[in-house]
């Protein structure tokens, strides 16, 4: 299949990739010349396992170009890939999808089938076949095509999905939506070819449930917290019953990343505007920004002041295992700590660069490349994501090189027995003492 990708950030890049590597001609277009021109030389821009093996293997299907004319303009399948960021009051920030969409009107010369991967409103398929259609000579079959991949898993939730959703409106729309999934070789996968308004709110149901889970289990935390309970014993045994299960069940300081806030924000925006009660997702949200006030609260109370203090931190990204720090609580942490005058020595194996530039070359920050170099003589280490890495590490490690081990972990990585000796804050469970 011939397919042109616009935009390519996590979704679109890891889509145009994996699709070139089954065969499929793919054109990608993005606006940022650098981009295009590392990946002219072969050079992924994004972290994701695998990737830059299949761009290696593959790069002979694939053209890149930042220039949208030569992209769209004998295109027969398009790809629309851009962020859709929120706006102050939640709502979606549609500006580079319609610009995207203006893109279209511009260079466009035959009928085209517009599928669309970014997260929209819903009702968004059907405006954007008025907005293409209108004055135009052309048709255009607009399909929604939600994508469901996380990142750090981006390809193997392009391999092994755990299903495929095509919203249409027309029987050729339907048609086309088959072939896409072929494109897609994915054997044994549900697809469901269903309404552009289904498909457009299944993804943000699918989000927000998820999210709903995560705070769920926070709220359950702060129980555990006050009743001297442990959440990770509870959630291991709720996560027992299959009707529970145990994925996004883990207490910490809550959820961050480039979709489940923006969704969930989205998503009560939406209900608003419908009339439809939106309290329960406004909790979701206030738990969610709640962990981390109860979190620095409890470091707060021991240390007032900051600036005579080593603070370690480990992890900057949204999630362990990943370069983004977009919306990551890590960054909300660092900053409420920064605010009050704290040096803090930081290390993340991925996120370095991107934290590096999102606070400017604060002063007050030294980025070091072991973790070893942040437990050295530290007063304090905050863990802040689930880094693999960071699982490794023993009670031994801490109290060999902090100056006195206390730790404040947001992620629950280490089982209270194993942490004797430290002084060991966690989330929805009692503190360890030094004895
Ligand atoms: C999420 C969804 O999982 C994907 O299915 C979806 O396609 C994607 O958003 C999207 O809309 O593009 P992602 O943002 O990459 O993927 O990250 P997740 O792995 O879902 O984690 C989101 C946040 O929740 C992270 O901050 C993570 O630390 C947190 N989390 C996750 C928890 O606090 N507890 C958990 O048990 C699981």
Excluded: W
């Amino acid at each position: 299949m011939d397919i042109t990708i616009i935009g390519l950030g996590y979704v679109g890049l890891v889509n145009a990739i994996f699709l070139a590597s089954l065969g499929n001609n793919i054109v990608g277009y993005d606006i940022d010349k650098n981009k295009i021109s590392l990946l002219r030389e072969g050079v992924v821009s994004i972290e994701e396992v695998g990737l830059q093996d299949l761009l290696d293997k593959f790069h002979k299907n694939l053209r890149f170009t930042s220039n949208y004319k030569d992209s769209i303009r004998n295109a027969d399948n398009i790809f629309i890939c851009v962020d859709t960021p929120s706006k102050e009051d939640g709502s979606v920030d549609l500006s580079n999808f319609y610009n995207v969409l203006d893109n279209i009107k511009n260079a466009s010369n035959k009928d085209q089938n517009i599928i669309i991967k970014s997260t929209v409103p819903i009702g968004q398929n059907k405006l954007t076949k008025q907005y293409l259609e209108k004055d135009s000579l052309f048709k255009y079959e607009v399909i929604s095509f939600p994508e469901f991949l996380s990142q750090g898993k981006a390809l193997e939730g392009l391999i092994n999905p755990y299903r495929m959703i095509f919203g249409v409106s027309s029987s050729n729309g339907a048609n086309v939506a088959k072939r896409i999934s072929q494109a897609y070789l994915t054997k044994k996968v549900p697809v469901m070819i269903t309404s552009s308004e289904n498909a457009e709110l299944i993804k943000y149901a699918s989000n927000c449930f998820l999210a709903t889970k995560i705070s769920y289990i926070n709220n359950i935390s702060q129980l555990c917290k006050a009743c001297g309970a442990d959440i990770n014993k509870v959630s291991k045994a709720m996560s027992l019953d299959p009707r529970i299960g145990s994925e996004f069940l883990n207490a910490g300081i809550g959820f961050g990343g480039s979709c489940f806030p923006k969704d969930t924000k989205a998503l009560i925006n939406i209900e608003q505007r419908y009339g439809v009660d939106n309290s329960l997702l406004k909790s979701v949200m206030k738990i969610n920004d709640d962990q981390i006030s109860i979190f620095m609260n409890e470091f707060f109370s021991k240390f007032k002041r900051l600036s005579n203090l080593k603070i370690g931190i480990l992890g900057v990204a949204f999630k362990g295992d990943c370069e983004d720090v977009r919306n990551s609580q890590a960054t909300v942490i660092m900053r409420m700590l920064l605010d009050k005058n704290a040096k803090l020595t930081v290390y993340d194996p991925l996120a370095m660069d991107n934290c590096e530039n999102l606070f400017s070359r604060h002063q007050h920050i030294k980025y070091v490349d072991y973790i070893s170099d942040v437990l050295k003589d530290a007063d304090v280490v905050f863990i802040l994501n689930d880094c693999n890495e960071f699982k490794e590490l023993k009670a031994y490690d801490f109290i060999s090189l902090m100056k006195k081990p206390i730790i404040f972990d947001g992620r629950n990585l280490f089982k209270l027995e194993d942490m004797i000796g430290i002084e060991y804050h966690s989330i929805g469970r009692n503190v360890v003492l030094i004895k």
